[in-house]
């Protein structure tokens, strides 16, 4: 034995080491530095390469001894304080690496290589790359790593995903295709969770508390167990693991015990499972509950005050969120004009027309299989286990279709409750919400009050912008943070303002808790500002296109959060077209004056504009990832597979879309296999826009990792550099010959590769409020223009046509994109106009569907003019960002906006009220 | 639900059956009300339902020779507002009816009905109290009959007895020198039933009113009428100036309360706007100016199928038969459920779906017996000796029916959920108005809400298959 010392990637070493020991196996043995990779071990494939006192050396078969009193790198040595290297970074983003074998003496040799040359040229790298192998046939991508990896150590160039050619130029990104599951839904023949059944299986139902606010006091269940035809009957003692549940914090009790407190009406105390929905309700009847009342708090604003009754014991301010930007007071001192006014919304409920089912079972193997419309599969799998006590693993959550979601889909719902009951009757057991219970229990959207203060320049310029808002969180905290959050920072709009103070309060109540939904906060802010916008443009006596032009957020801005907006803001352009669209409607004339009807002198016309913003992903330093994986099977076939939801948005095309693009495959060979947590890995939640983004981004990258593998193979094979190789509608051009994808498979199978590609999409960094740096990587913009029809005896309001314009960096999949504009422009309609859900006192007056007037086709417009925008984003999948929630953003306060300009009164409280708005005409035609 | 279920084929049998049971059972017609009041626990110790609506003839609007119109107590909204004798001679009525709004609804909902459930938001009962009706009650032990606006005492309150039903009513028809017409507002935030309606019937001689009936809904516990506006018109022609007065006249008969639909102060408002507008059109005589010339009622079937034999449901004593989608089904268990929860549980025919249960959503539309409904509301014997018809029954052979094809091809589809109850309706109207315009469109599809789609792509998939099917 003989003593090595020597310096290993920075750290003084002495070890013991036969005669003859190779470098390698005693960085990997005896120092159990893995990172470094044998191969060939004959000095031919360059894998063992580490650093020797800054020279590359083959450390296969490089005497250990001869590094004695010398400094080794190897990769793990090459990150710093928990940083990639620029070589590694650019490794990652570039797709360098597939199989990663040899990724190791890559990154190695080109560190070598950097050394040396700081800025090398191609001919340079794979000169020095020469001797280093790649099977995979990463090669293109290595090489432009290395560069990326030099223009950042060297100019600071930030490393970027590889640029995909936007506009034209794909085959299938951006065309018109079918929606791939549309045949089954116009048959009948697809499945949703309710459809599911199983020759034993029982159904559960829930006692729900039916008061606001007390405390359990007693609880007795003989009399329901006793019941005929009953199988369980379970409270809060038999939860076996974490009571709690939560997205983000979690307060919200799967079942309230005895001497607990029941928050809103809808908290369940106990739950049935019985052979039949009669019994089990016929049980719900039977147990005997009493609660000793507790003082009620319903408003945000009440709930504050010092004495308000306590939800939780921590009070009642979930969270204080805060934005400061520049010097507020001295933005005011700089204005001409201060405006001031606030505006509420109502609670509104998602209404999705599938009511949440949840069916579990136990398998044979002891675990739950779980099947729920789920917008959040992988979170619905953790939160079950951990009030089950179990392993997530021993939990399988799986997604049919989903009929809607919204965000209302995101939180726990019956699965935990589902799950007990099957774990302790051995048998299947389906909950299925009624209606009523559908409304009574899920997270609704925040009732919100927000109060804002503009500063204004005579010429129309923004100096300062103040905010103050009260969200209605309810009674659990469900993502409340996270909504309030957005509302906080979209509050000041999509404007450039020098000045910005916002504080913003979401408070816990009795009322139903809120939670994700459509817009997430950032509706609410968008439309206190829109209104605000119109009305200080007619006190400065601008029109309020130009006055918002002049304001607007553009390429270089720094906006509320003190971000600088490098790239991908499509707004002036957005407020351009559909100006230019409302004034050919009008031929020219002043869209927004009051026009009257041809033959009906009670009804005046005039449109009405708004613009938002709106965040795509979670943002604000949450870690924001998906993995995807695609595979391709024998026949031709690729199947994507990921846990992202496809609640209506239209997900399965865009993946199918997707993958078809990457691998040169016709549509109908890509199958697109979504929710299945012990199939598929985890996407993340469906919430914030995210999924084309974050979810179709790792699809992307899986598919093309995927494609340069078989490119690789066939390479080999023909001897052909890899990216003379097309892939065309399944099959693989190779110099004159056309080689069926199926050949490629089974070649690639032949050589022991499995062609299958796992891409864990890692979405650019962000940073939380109050920190420096972006808080989202990508913002979709729009426009809206709309035309109302006003009654000026009943205040009957019409919405006679739309026209909405959207930044959405590229369109995708169109009809998809068309359908969330118009979806979302009704949405909007029935939020300005018919839509309220009413809670008095805790109690829920519109806990029937009747009660809730969502839009009917009636409230369709004539025209829904939806324009796409496409100011691409250079991360994003093809440059596309978020679409889904920004559609229905505008459309309220564009509503509001025409409606002061056909009569002059300005509506600050959400829904219009009808009746208020008709006897305001009547006192001002007096 | 319920306990047990009856299906006489003539009159005598459901009376017999209801002075057997009495407090027991109710007389089931369409069920649109009573099926959510029993769901609601509303109709506590009712166990027996006695469905009339297999009874030959209960459907029928006659007019006498003396000129009154009789209508049966299976006469459905849909069946008085494409009438040609209500439509010509008792317009207010036909207008309400049409105001009922979801096709589904109307194709089971009756007249009848609308008297029992007795709410003052009720449509039908403004115009029937205003044309003069009266009901015939009906028991074992013979028959009385009332005015109408003795019959409703208060708020869901009348004079039924237990053993009773409501087996006609009847009104004098419109003459030619009279005019009257029907108003509702509604839709406002929720509810969707009116926040007020009005009806007025006026005789002219010579342009001159020598009577007039204004009656209101939802301003008070019951239908009101607004007897000074009424005396007022007497002897005067319809100026404009006497139009004002009438309706401010016409307010102080409303007392209406604050609720959730609306404000009093709104209401009280609102009457005499409606009030000016509706004697604003009898006075130009253009009160049918609305009323759609071909209406989209979505059912290919005219008058009752009667069953030919009584089917009693004691317990689970017998299997409900009844051809679904052409194939016969025999079914031993279920009769306690809804037909839809039969077509999802025991047929496992689960394209059908629930969105809500209580008739408000249209997801759950199937045809019984070629007329579109709310399978919700139906209960599951009704389809014995019925036809039944779900969206796997849409295709034809191996092909997709058009507005399958063109639900896919025009992207109508997102989630999905209510796309087959979206597909039985618009397959449905093309059945009936091969060409529809836009308006018939919405208004066949009134009764089926979508949250995804905004509706605006399945209005064109709807034109496009009209298209397509009349190119063949
Ligand atoms: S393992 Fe082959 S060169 Fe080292
Ligand atoms: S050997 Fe280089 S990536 Fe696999
Ligand atoms: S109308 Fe029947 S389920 Fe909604
Ligand atoms: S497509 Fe989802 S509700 Fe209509």
């Known amino acids: ?926 | 639900m319920w306990k047990n279920y009856y299906q006489p084929v003539d009159l005598d049998q459901a009376l017999a059956l209801l002075a057997e049971k009495q407090e027991a059972a109710r007389i089931i017609a369409g069920g649109t009300d009573l099926i959510l009041e029993m769901e609601a626990g509303l109709r506590p110790g009712v166990e027996n339902l006695i469905d009339i609506s297999r009874i030959e003839c209960l459907d029928e609007i006659q007019l006498d020779e003396e000129d009154f119109i009789h209508l049966g107590p299976m006469v459905t909204h849909n069946l008085a507002a494409a009438s040609k004798l209500i439509v010509e001679q008792a317009l207010p009525l036909a207008q309400a009816c049409w105001e009922v709004g979801a096709p589904q609804i109307r194709n089971r909902g009756t007249i009848a009905g609308n008297l029992i459930t007795a709410s003052p938001a009720n449509d039908t009962i403004t115009p029937l109290v205003a044309l003069g009706a009266r009901v015939t009650l009906r028991s074992a032990q013979g028959a009385r009959q009332l005015p109408l606006s003795e019959f409703i005492t208060g708020v869901r309150k009348n004079q039924l007895r237990p053993d009773e039903m409501v087996a006609e009513i009847s009104f004098p028809a419109m003459r030619n020198n009279q005019r009257g017409m029907f108003y509702k507002v509604g839709l406002r935030k929720a509810q969707a039933i009116s926040v007020l309606n009005l009806a007025a019937v006026l005789t002219f001689e010579e342009g001159t009113v020598t009577k007039a009936a204004i009656t209101l809904g939802a301003v008070a516990p019951t239908i009101v009428h607004a007897p000074e506006a009424e005396a007022y018109l007497v002897g005067k022609q319809l100026t404009p100036e006497v139009i004002g007065e009438a309706a401010d006249l016409a307010v102080k008969a409303a007392n209406p309360i604050d609720d959730l639909r609306g404000t009093a102060a709104y209401r009280r408002y609102m009457v005499g706007v409606i009030a000016r507008r509706t004697l604003g059109r009898l006075a130009d005589d253009v009160q049918n100016e609305n009323y759609p010339a071909k209406l989209p009622l979505l059912s290919s079937r005219q008058r009752i199928l009667p069953l030919i034999e009584e089917a009693d449901f004691e317990g689970g004593n017998k299997a409900i038969e009844t051809v679904i989608n052409g194939k016969p089904y025999r079914f031993t268990t279920g009769f306690e459920k809804t037909l839809l929860d039969l077509l999802r549980e025991e047929a496992q025919l689960t394209g059908t779906k629930e969105g809500c249960a209580e008739g408000e959503c249209g997801a759950c539309t199937v045809y019984l017996d070629g007329a579109a409904v709310m399978s919700c509301l139906v209960p599951a014997p009704r389809a014995h000796g019925a036809e039944i018809v779900t969206i796997e029954g849409l295709k034809q052979g191996d092909q997709l029916h058009p507005v399958q094809q063109t639900f896919i091809e025009d992207a109508a589809v997102q989630c999905g959920y209510c796309t087959p109850g979206f597909l039985m309706s618009a397959a449905k109207l093309l059945e009936e108005i091969p060409a529809p315009n836009r308006e018939q469109i919405q208004q066949a599809l009134t009764g089926n809400l979508c949250r995804c789609t905004g509706y605006y792509k399945i209005i064109k998939a709807v034109e496009d298959a009209a298209k397509r099917r009349q190119m063949g």
């Open chain 1, 1 to 926: 034995m003989t003593k090595l010392t020597f310096i290993v990637n920075g750290e003084h070493k002495q070890v013991e080491i036969e005669p003859g020991e190779m470098l390698a196996e005693v960085l990997r043995k005896r120092l159990g530095l893995t990172g470094t990779k044998i191969s060939c071990d004959e000095l031919e494939c360059g894998v063992c390469t580490v650093l020797v006192d800054d020279l590359p050396v083959l450390s296969c078969n490089y005497p250990a001894i001869k590094a004695n009193g010398k400094h080794v790198t190897t990769i793990e040595g090459l990150a710093s304080d928990g940083n990639l290297h620029p070589l590694q970074e650019a490794f990652v983003k570039k797709g360098a690496t597939q199989c990663g074998f040899c990724t190791p003496g890559q990154i190695m040799t080109a560190a070598a290589l950097l050394k040396e040359h700081p800025d090398p040229t191609i001919d340079d790298i794979e000169y020095a790359l020469n001797d280093t192998l790649c099977r995979c046939g990463a090669y293109p991508a290595i090489v432009d790593a290395i560069r990326a990896a030099s223009d950042k150590i060297n100019h600071g160039t930030p490393i970027e995903y590889p640029q995909y050619e936007f506009e034209g130029g794909h085959k299938v990104i951006g065309q018109v295709v079918k929606r791939p599951e549309a045949v089954d839904k116009v048959t009948g023949a697809a499945i949703y969770t309710d459809d599911i059944s199983f020759p034993d299986m029982l159904i559960g139902a829930t006692l729900r508390a039916g008061i606001p606010h007390g405390r359990v006091t007693r609880l007795d269940t003989t009399a329901a167990e006793k019941l005929p035809g009953v199988h369980a009957v379970l409270t809060a003692a038999d939860i076996p693991g974490r009571v709690n549940h939560g997205l983000v914090i979690q307060d919200w009790p799967a079942l309230v015990g005895v001497g607990e407190k029941v928050r809103y009406v809808g908290d369940a105390i106990a739950i049935v499972a019985a052979d039949t929905e009669d019994i089990a309700r016929q049980a719900l009847d039977l147990i005997e509950v009493e609660f000793e009342q507790l003082p009620v708090v319903t408003d945000p604003v009440e709930a504050k005050l010092d004495g308000a009754p306590l939800v939780h014991q921590e009070g009642n301010l979930l969270k204080h969120i805060k934005v400061d930007k520049g010097d507020i007071a001295a933005g005011f001192e700089q204005a001409d004009v201060i405006m001031e006014d606030i505006y509420t919304m109502p609670t509104y409920e998602h209404a999705f027309m599938e009511p949440e089912c949840s069916v579990a079972r136990v398998t044979e193997d002891g675990r739950i299989e779980l099947w729920v419309g789920s917008q959040i599969p992988y979170a619905d799998r953790e939160q079950v286990a951990a009030a089950l006590d179990l392993q997530p693993q021993e939990v399988r959550v799986r997604s049919p279709l989903t009929g809607g979601g919204f965000g209302g889909k995101e939180d726990i719902a019956g699965q935990i409750h589902a799950a007990m009951l099957a774990r302790s009757t051995g048998r299947p057991v389906k909950i299925l919400y009624s209606r009523h219970e559908s409304l009574l229990v899920h997270p609704k959207r925040h009732a919100t009050r927000i109060k804002v203060t503009l500063g204004l320049k005579k010429d129309g310029r923004l100096t300062a912008a103040q905010t103050e808002l009260f969200g209605d969180t309810g009674a659990y905290a469900s993502l409340g943070t996270k909504v309030m959050g957005r509302a906080t920072t979209h509050s000041t709009g999509p404007y450039i303002v020098p000045n910005v103070k916002i504080d913003c309060y979401a408070m816990y109540t009795n009322n139903p808790p809120a939670g994700a939904f459509r817009g997430f906060g950032a509706l609410q802010a968008c439309h206190a500002i829109e209104c605000m916008m119109d009305q200080a443009a007619e006190r400065l006596g601008l029109d309020p296109v130009e006055f918002r032009r002049m304001n607007a957020l553009r390429e270089n801005s720094i906006t509320n959060t003190g971000q600088h907006l490098t790239e991908s803001v499509g707004l002036l352009e957005c407020i351009d077209r559909v100006e230019a669209e409302m004034l050919q409607s009008t031929n020219g004339a002043a869209p927004f004056a009051a026009r009257e009807v041809k033959g009906q002198p009670n009804k005046r016309r005039a449109w009405g504009f708004a613009v938002a913003f709106k965040n795509t992903g979670l943002g604000e330093g949450a870690p924001d990832k998906a993995t995807a994986e695609v595979e391709l099977l024998d026949g031709g076939i690729a199947e994507a597979r990921i846990s992202s939801a496809e609640i209506g948005q239209g997900l399965v095309t865009v993946l199918q879309m997707i993958t078809s693009q990457e691998l040169g495959l016709p549509l109908d060979q890509v199958r697109v296999l979504l929710s299945d947590t012990d199939l598929t890995p985890d996407g993340g939640p469906t919430t914030g826009s995210r999924q084309t983004y974050i979810s179709g981004n790792a699809v992307r990258h899986a598919a093309n990792s995927l494609r340069e593998q078989m490119a690789a193979t066939l390479a080999e094979k023909f001897d052909v550099p890899p990216d003379e190789i097309k892939f065309i509608e399944g099959l693989a051009q190779v110099r004159e010959e056309m080689v069926p994808v199926t050949d490629v498979v089974a070649l690639m199978k032949q050589e022991g590769k499995e062609p299958k590609v796992v891409y864990e999409y890692w979405a650019p960094k962000t940073f939380p409020l109050g920190e420096e740096g972006d808080k989202h990587f990508a913002y979709s913009f729009a426009a809206q223009a709309t035309e109302i029809e006003l009654d000026l005896d009943t205040g009957e309001v019409a919405v006679i046509r739309t026209i909405g314009a959207t930044d959405v960096g590229k369109v995708i999949n169109p009809l998809g994109f068309q359908g969330q504009v118009e979806g979302g422009t009704i949405m909007g309609i029935g939020h300005a106009l018919t839509e309220e859900f009413i809670i008095e006192d805790g109690i829920i007056f519109t806990d029937y569907l009747a009660r809730y007037r969502m839009p009917s086709i009636h409230h369709t417009p004539r025209e829904i003019k939806v324009i796409a925008v496409e100011h691409p984003t250079s991360e994003g999948p093809y440059g596309g960002k978020g679409v889904g929630e920004i559609s229905t953003m505008p459309v309220p306060p564009s509503i509001v906006n025409a409606i002061y300009n056909a009569c002059g009164i300005r509506i600050k409280t959400l829904p219009i009220d009808q009746d208020w708005l008709a006897l305001e005409l009547r006192k001002k035609a007096k």
